[in-house]
């Protein structure tokens, strides 16, 4: 408890509290069963599998390299869900308070089955026997959605990119640079 008690908000968005990088028995990656099937954790069993969390380090005191860490993001989602003042879901606010004014109507979490039909086919890593893993053309990542799990087209990722580059010049209306350069 005294870890997390540590823990402060900019060591989450810069992968320096200490945290591993998935919760225990995550099966995460390109060919893996959670893939495969869709079964990423529910945020019930994200809460309870936080108490298990094994620290690599204390937070904020990252003593070698960079350590990327999903859990980093998916509990920042968490705080988005639990502090936004409409109390919606994370992927209810990136809808709302990034992708629609942004421009980008063509960027999902949940992708719609009439979209999803119109998606080409991904493929995983090479397997030993030669095959590749189908990727679902939409991923349903539950309480990994703040580290996976968009879907978006050229055009939108382009439009997000401008945005960024608009913040160096103090020009972005709807993304702020303390928010996003530290």
């Not at 870890?3 to 968005?13: D, P, S």
């Not at 390299?65 to 509990?75: A, C, Q, V």
């Not at 702020?176 to 530290?182: D, L, R």
């Amino acid at each position: 408890i005294k870890q997390w008690n540590q823990i402060q908000l900019h060591h989450l968005m810069s992968h320096q509290a200490g945290i591993s990088k998935d919760s225990v028995g995550s099966l995460l990656g390109f060919n893996s069963e959670s893939l495969v099937h869709n079964s990423y954790p529910s945020l019930n069993a994200f809460y309870k599998n936080l108490t298990s969390i094994e620290f690599l380090y204390a937070p904020g005191k990252i003593d070698t390299n960079f350590k990327y860490s999903n859990l980093n993001m998916n509990i920042l989602a968490r705080v988005v869900e639990a502090y936004n003042p409409n109390k919606i879901s994370y992927s209810g606010y990136m809808h709302r308070s990034i992708f629609m004014p942004l421009g980008m109507f063509s960027t999902y979490y949940n992708m719609p089955v009439y979209v999803q039909n119109r998606m080409v086919t991904g493929y995983g890593s090479l397997l030993p026997d030669s095959t590749r893993t189908e990727v679902p053309k939409a991923l349903y990542v539950g309480s990994y959605e703040g580290s996976m799990g968009v879907a978006t087209t050229a055009p939108d990722l382009a439009r997000f990119g401008m945005e960024l580059l608009k913040i160096i010049n103090g020009e972005s209306k709807v993304l702020s640079q303390p928010a996003v350069i530290k």
